[in-house]
């Protein structure tokens, strides 16, 4: 272990700040909103919800400690209804295919 002692022990007597224990716990709480949404919500609707909690954060702040984390949004695309109609007309157009490819052969 090529340390200097000076640095062992100042790592070993170590004490976390006030700020650091601020984050601590301001991450837990989003880690928790992130999770209570089935990892649903973004940055904005964790910082409403925040906001509703009487917690003090900033938006920027919330997006700087989800980056930390690795945590993001599950986004799933809207179902587009198609009307059956074109459904109907491909399938139509694959049968009549098929029956020109039989009978040419």
Not at 74 to 89: M, R, T
Not at 92 to 105: G, M, P, R, S
Request: aromatic residues 8%; glycine residues 2%; positive net charge.
């Amino acid at each position: 272990m090529k340390v200097s002692r000076s640095i062992y022990y100042k790592v070993l007597v170590s004490v976390t700040s006030k700020r650091q224990k601020e984050t601590e716990r301001l991450k837990g709480e989003i880690r928790n909103v992130w999770m209570g949404s089935k990892s649903r919500y973004d940055v904005p609707k964790i910082h409403k919800v925040s906001v509703k909690n009487k917690e003090n954060i900033i938006l920027k702040c919330v997006q700087r400690y989800m980056a930390d984390m690795a945590i993001c949004s599950i986004v799933v695309n809207k179902f587009n209804h198609h009307s059956d109609k074109s459904i109907f007309e491909e399938k139509e157009i694959l049968k009549l295919q098929k029956v020109l490819f039989y009978t040419a052969t």
